[in-house]
């Protein structure tokens, strides 16, 4: 015989010996090569995979992997050619007579049987974001076959072959659909599945800790810029694309303002982080009490910025003076008897004349006492494009009077020495002072306020530290 021919096996075709158990000997005709064998679902769902099978192979019957039709359970199987039931693990020889039309069936049967019941319902849980997978709901329990499970993200049923008996698990926030249903066991038909609409929710953020790159700003007459540099949530610290931010980014004037980060995504609810633009003590008008009312006059004039102000009753001065946006130091300030100091360099260079300048003069006494200091004068450089500085201040009156208990308040403005360009912002327009308050009170918005009988004089400095008198009497 050739090594090319298909081999072939002959049969007698008749039944040899007894079965043992479950296990048959089939008579067979003549055939050739491997068969496939296929599983018949006979109104069940699902698929089972096809094997190859040949002519005198032992085949065992597996267990059945179909889902069952509506009220019924799995019985038996049967095989072409062969009469007789078979259930999982019994087997038989496969003959010639098993092959019909090119190929084995084997077909599930199936019988009546009573849905399977739960005897602990799975419930919803109360679920919050914790940033790890959460089961969804709770494990059920039944006596009457195996408890399944599914998910989904919409009311509607799986099919069967999504079911396993894993609960379901999941870690962003969202509304999800857990299904459960009853694989049933050889007496229970499969239930139908049953749905548990549950929710992870969002973790609150209103106790986080919110961050800012500033708290406490000074005053500069600008608009000022915070960020939010961190947010922190217990010892962890949230990324950035979990909240968004919202309020007071932005300042110009003093005040408090506050900055709002709201949860987004697995995070809710809102946190909040204020941060100030206060006067520096240093913007604090001088000290009624020491007479040191002096205002202070700026020349800038062959590289140097010469500055001068009134005695009064002091008799030795300490002269500061720093560019503006930074801070005052000892290497900057000259200490004088006169009434007049000269700046030729700051810190150690040529002065910059095309920014600012800011300059306050502290006064003592003969003993070395501190009686006062002047406003800080905010002075802009003779070359700067932008800012002017004031070269006169208006009264719409030279004097007032007031009763004891009133207010009264007189317009006050100013000229610049060059109209082309703007004011310099870094302080209020005015500040205010009154040389006795037990005559005259005046606030940081210039209303005049009679206290006792007498006359004082009210002071109006402007940015730059010039100033002019109101003479009040009170009456």
Known sequence: MSKTMPSIILTIALLIGLFSGTEYAIAAHAVTGQYPLRYESNGGAGTMDPI??????????????????????????????????????????IAANCVSGGAITVTAYWTNAPAAGVTTRPEEKQLTYSGSAQELITSGSTSEGTLQYAITDTNTAPTYDKFSAEIP??????????????????????????????????????????????????????????????????????????????????????????????????????????????????????????????????????????????????????VYAAYCGTDFSQRNMKTTGRTTATFKKLNGKPINFKKSFKIYVVGYDSNGQKLGRTITAHVSGKDNKEFANVKSIHLSKKSVSVEVGKTTKVKASVKLDDNSKKMKEHAPMFRYKSSDENVAAVDENGNITGVGAGTCDIYYYAVNGISKTLKVTVQ
């Open 52 to 93: 190859e099978v040949s002519i005198g192979d032992t085949f065992v019957f597996p267990e059945c992997e179909f889902e069952a039709p509506a009220n019924k359970t799995f019985l038996n199987w049967q095989i072409t050619g062969v009469d007789g039931i078979h259930y999982p693990g019994d087997s038989v020889v």
């Open 169 to 318: 698990k999941r870690t962003e926030v969202g509304v999800y659909y857990v299904w459960y249903r009853v694989r049933g066991d050889a007496t229970h038909s499969n239930s139908n599945p049953v749905s548990i609409k549950t929710e992870i929710t969002g973790k609150s953020i209103a106790g986080a800790t919110v961050t800012l790159n500033a708290a406490t700003l000074e005053y500069t007459g600008s608009e000022q810029n915070v960020k939010v540099e961190k947010v922190m949530l217990g010892d962890t610290v949230l990324p950035e694309n979990c909240y968004d931010i919202t309020g007071d980014l932005t300042a110009k004037e003093p005040g408090t303002y506050k900055v709002t980060v709201t949860g987004k995504g697995n995070y809710k609810d809102s946190a909040t982080a204020e941060w100030i633009i206060k006067k520096s003590s240093e913007e604090k008008t001088p000290d009624a009490k020491s007479r040191f009312l002096s205002s202070v006059k700026v020349k800038q004039k062959k590289g140097k910025l010469i500055v001068s102000w009134s005695k009064g009753t002091a008799s030795k001065f300490d």
